[in-house]
């Protein structure tokens, strides 16, 4: 029947719900619309998809759409799907890196103040375990940034001394802390 018809004559019998020339219309642009399609996309599955929806499409809407040419038409709607479904995938992709992005945020975000919570604990237990002299000058010099003189004029010790109870805990620091510290 339909190898015979012109494209023209098959648009009119489709508008009549004449599955046999819905079916040489299938026949006769399957192929090219999937050629088109695959060298868009590059995937066979999806190629197969687009096209099996672009003729879906045709058969429920075969009495709602005005085709002029039938070529030109189906070439043209299988353009916009490609389209259409590109711009879908971009969507999907920003939306996964976004999301992978932001858990990998919070997660180092998280780990990061585990560690400073686990690290300001083991610091408060090393001071508690220094003299409270020592303890003192080390928390004025590096928590409270006042210089060896001013904290010598404070605690009314000489500077020389001031430098000693820093050196003891920063001593005391580095052997209660070892596991904290990076090979870096």
């Known amino acids: 029947m339909g ?14 719900s004449n599955k046999q020339a819905f079916e040489e219309i299938y026949d006769r642009y399957w192929y090219k619309l999937f050629c088109i399609c695959y060298h868009q996309l590059g995937s066979k599955e999806e190629s197969e998809e687009l096209v099996h929806d672009i003729f879906e499409s045709l058969w429920y809407k075969r009495n709602e759409t005005a085709i ?4 030109t038409y ?19 992709r920003k ?7 932001n858990k990998i945020h919070e997660t180092y975000s998280t780990e990061e103040i585990v ?20 303890s003192r000058v ?3 010099s590096r928590f409270e940034n006042q210089s060896v003189k001013d904290i010598a004029e404070e605690l ?4 020389k001394a001031v430098e000693y109870h820093i050196t003891k805990s920063l001593k005391a620091l580095k052997e209660g802390l070892w596991m904290y510290q990076s090979n870096n």
Do not use: C, G
């Not at 190898?3 to 009549?16: G, S």
């Not at 009314?156 to 500077?159: F, K």
């Open 138 to 140: 080390f928390q004025l």
């Open 156 to 159: 009314h010790i000489s500077e």
């Open 68 to 71: 002029r040419n039938l070529s």
């Open 3 to 16: 190898k015979f018809l012109t494209d023209e004559q098959l648009v009119i019998r489709l508008h009549e």
């Open 115 to 134: 560690r400073f919570s686990d690290l300001s604990k083991a610091v408060d237990e090393v001071m508690s375990r220094l003299p409270e002299k020592t």
């Open 74 to 92: 189906l070439v043209i709607s299988i353009k916009y799907r490609i389209a259409n479904f590109i711009k879908s995938q971009i969507t999907w």
């Open 95 to 101: 939306y996964r890196e976004y999301m992978i992005l």
